[in-house]
C-alpha cells in the first residue's frame, strides 16, 4: 500500500480496522512502514506542476511526464492529484 492510499481512512475506526489486517496478513519477519508528515509545514502548497514537474525515461515504456496539480484544501482534509 502506498502512502497516497492511506490517505483513504479517515476515522480513527477504519485505520484500527486497516492496521488489524494489516497485522493478521504480515509473515511473521513482515514489516509495516509508513511516514508521517507535519501539517504545521504545509508541504501541499509545493504541490503543483510548477514546482514537481518531472520528464522520465521509463525502461520497456518511454519518456513519461508527471506531476502533482489540483490540490484541493477544505476543513482539514488535503486532497490532490498525482498526473502522469
Known amino acids: 500500500m502506498t502512502a ?3 490517505q483513504v481512512f479517515l476515522t480513527d ?3 484500527s480496522e486497516t492496521l488489524l489486517a494489516i ?3 504480515l509473515r511473521p519477519s513482515g514489516r509495516l ?3 508521517t508528515r507535519r501539517p504545521e509545514a504545509q508541504a501541499w502548497l509545493e504541490w503543483n506542476k510548477e514546482k ?3 520528464r ?3 525502461p ?4 513519461v511526464n508527471g506531476w502533482a496539480d489540483g490540490t484541493k484544501v477544505r476543513d482539514s482534509l488535503v ?6
Open 23 to 25: 497485522r493478521d496478513t
Open 33 to 35: 512502514v509508513f511516514e
Open 52 to 54: 514537481t514537474y518531472q
Open 4 to 6: 497516497n492510499v492511506a
Open 56 to 58: 522520465l525515461n521509463v
Open 60 to 63: 520497456h515504456c518511454g519518456i
Open 13 to 15: 475506526k477504519e485505520w
Open 79 to 84: 486532497s490532490s492529484s498525482f498526473l502522469l
